[in-house]
Each structure stands twice: as C-alpha cells, then as structure tokens.
C-alpha cells in the first residue's frame, strides 16, 4: 500500500497564491489533486501521469493552478495562483497505483481557506 503525506494548504486573501504538496511512499501510475467544499460532492482539480509527465486540470483552475513533479522525491506539487473564495476545500493528494486501476489511494487531506 501506497502512503501519500499532503502539505502546505493555509489561508490566504483572494488573489494569493500557495503550494501544495504530496509525497508518496512508493512508485505510482498518476497522482492528483481532488477538492471537496462543505456540502459538495468530491471534485477532480489536477493530475499528473508520472510515465509521460501528461497533466489534466479541471476546466474552472486552468491558468490558475499548475501541477508539477519531482521524480527524484516521488512529490507532486500543485502551485495555486490568483486563488478565488471559491478554491476553499478540503484539498485531497490522491494516487493511481496501475494503468488499470482509478485513484484509490488517499491523502489525509490539507484545508486550503480563501478569504474575500
């Protein structure tokens, strides 16, 4: 089983910015970053496919949101720029242990609060 160990979520004023990262304790598929806001269902916001370094952003933080990797560390970071009230969440690193398996492995989550 694949640990994932999240940080660096924060509050910060609308238009800031944080990072956020993720460190698995073994090799995956894909990591991403999912986010779930009080009475709302879990959403898909960023992932990154560690063969080919392929990215996929949810269409309301692109251009806003960028995630990147360090091979070397087994981390992805999701760097969250222009942030917006609407960003606050509960923010989840998740993990793809195949090419034929969804996310399955959780974070324990970082709370990210934009306040207006």
């Known amino acids: 089983q694949v640990q994932l160990v999240e940080s660096g979520g924060g509050l910060v004023q609308a238009g800031g910015s944080l990072r956020l990262s993720c460190t698995a304790s073994?090799?995956?598929?894909?990591m991403g970053w999912f986010r779930q806001a009080p009475g709302k269902e879990r959403e898909f916001v960023a992932g990154?496919?560690?063969?080919?370094?392929?990215?996929a952003y949810a269409d309301s933080v692109k251009g806003r949101f960028s995630i990147s990797r360090d091979n070397a560390k087994n981390t992805i970071y999701l760097q969250m720029n222009s942030l917006k009230p609407e960003d606050t969440a509960a923010y989840y690193c998740?993990?793809?242990?195949?090419?034929?398996?969804?996310?399955?492995?959780w974070g324990q989550g970082t709370q990210v609060t934009v306040s207006s």
């Open positions: 998740a993990a793809r242990l195949r090419v034929t398996t969804g996310y399955g492995n």
């Open positions: 073994g090799r995956t598929f894909a």
């Open positions: 990154i496919y560690w063969p080919t370094g392929t990215t």
